[in-house]
């Protein structure tokens, strides 16, 4: 989604409201944030920088809603730039049993960083 940002709470509502939560019987949430260190841990970060597409974005969305077993998607990514402790990412998954959930929200998660998210990192 793209339109102004909202809270966790808020995305988790939204799929709560869904026509097809009795179907549900778990309801995952991701919320990415900067990290004080790059990913091997060698380096300090002091900013990061990152950019979003968000038409990507939607696509993933989608094809995760489509995954077996689950009812609701809903990812909320964050552009700009960032420090250690703000948000980046917010993805919550409704689906019917937990094996399908975490399969879905591991995938999703993957794909958004890996195919629709760019981040650059500047350090000490």
Known sequence: MSEGHVSIAELIQRVKAHPRIAEAGMILSHNGIVRASNRSGSKTVTKLRV?????????????????EGIICVLIQAFEGDFTVGDDLLYVVV??????????????????????????QESYL
Do not use: H, L, P, Y
Request: no cysteine; hydrophobic share 45%.
């Open 94 to 119: 409704a689906g019917d049993i937990r094996e399908n959930v975490f399969r879905a929200m591991r995938e999703t998660v993957e794909r958004v960083k890996a195919e629709a998210v760019t981040k």
């Open 51 to 67: 950019s979003a597409d968000f038409a990507k974005i939607e696509e993933i969305r989608a094809w995760a809603e489509s995954q």
